[in-house]
């Protein structure tokens, strides 16, 4: 089974501040994998898919790099309603992989 | 409009067998893989079970292995989940979801499953 491994865990940050999140797949995935978002009480809502495509709708502060084994998920400049937990998910296979997640709280 | 509507979460005693629903609308159902992914209180996201579009074919993530069984009726556009052998940890959300063609993403509001005697 292919494991992913999401850090940071959590971060703290200010609004207008750059993010980065990464994910590292324990096999190679080309590029498929996708990042989410999600607030609480609500289900995930995804940001990224094919690694670097923007979902339809979602700001273009939000990107996605890399392929194979390393994935990278940044926000250019933090807005307010971006405090959220992420997570990446593989979804190479039938069986896909979420990343632990990473929690955004305000600095 | 896609959509996907979950139901038959509620409480249910530890080794108990509940079977959640997914009624899906808004697309051709058959056409698609369909999957359950849950989320306990606190916890992160995981995925539990998938199945082909023809239902020819199903996986299951370690830890439900030989407790859950995942169908579908592609006549009546429902996903199914059995659960057999409840425990605590099976306490979660449980969302199905499915991705679409050009991008496509799709997600149910979810259903809690409550193990608790």
């Known amino acids: 089974d292919i494991q992913m491994t999401q850090s940071p865990s959590s971060l703290s940050a200010s609004v207008g501040d750059r993010v980065t999140i990464t994910c590292r797949a324990s096999?190679?995935?080309?590029?498929?994998l996708g990042w989410y978002q999600q607030k609480p009480g609500k289900a995930p809502k995804r940001l990224i898919y094919?690694?670097?495509s923007l979902q339809s709708g979602v700001p273009s502060r939000f990107s996605g790099s890399g392929s194979g084994t390393e994935f990278t998920l940044t926000i250019s400049s933090l807005q307010p309603e971006d405090f959220a937990t992420y997570y990446c998910?593989?979804?190479?296979?039938?069986?896909?992989?979420f990343g632990q997640g990473t929690k955004v709280e305000i600095k | 409009e896609v959509q996907l509507l979950e139901s038959g979460g509620g409480l249910v005693q530890p080794g108990g067998s509940p079977r959640l629903s997914c009624a899906a609308s808004?697309?051709?159902?058959?056409?698609?893989?369909l999957h359950w992914v849950r989320q306990a209180p606190g916890k992160g996201l995981e995925w539990v079970s998938a199945?082909?579009?023809?239902?020819?074919?199903?996986y299951y993530a370690d830890s439900v292995k030989g407790r859950f069984t995942i169908s579908r009726d592609n006549s009546k556009n429902t996903l199914y989940l059995q659960m057999n052998s409840l425990r605590a940890e099976d306490t979660a959300v449980y969302y199905c979801?499915?991705?679409?063609?050009?991008?496509?993403?799709?997600w149910g509001q979810g259903t809690l499953v409550t193990v608790s005697s």
């Open positions: 979801a499915f991705r679409g063609t050009r991008g496509g993403d799709y």
């Open positions: 808004g697309f051709t159902f058959s056409n698609y893989a």
């Open positions: 199945i082909s579009s023809n239902g020819g074919s199903t």
């Open positions: 096999q190679g995935i080309g590029n498929d």
């Open positions: 094919g690694a670097s």
């Open positions: 998910l593989q979804q190479n296979s039938f069986s896909w992989t």
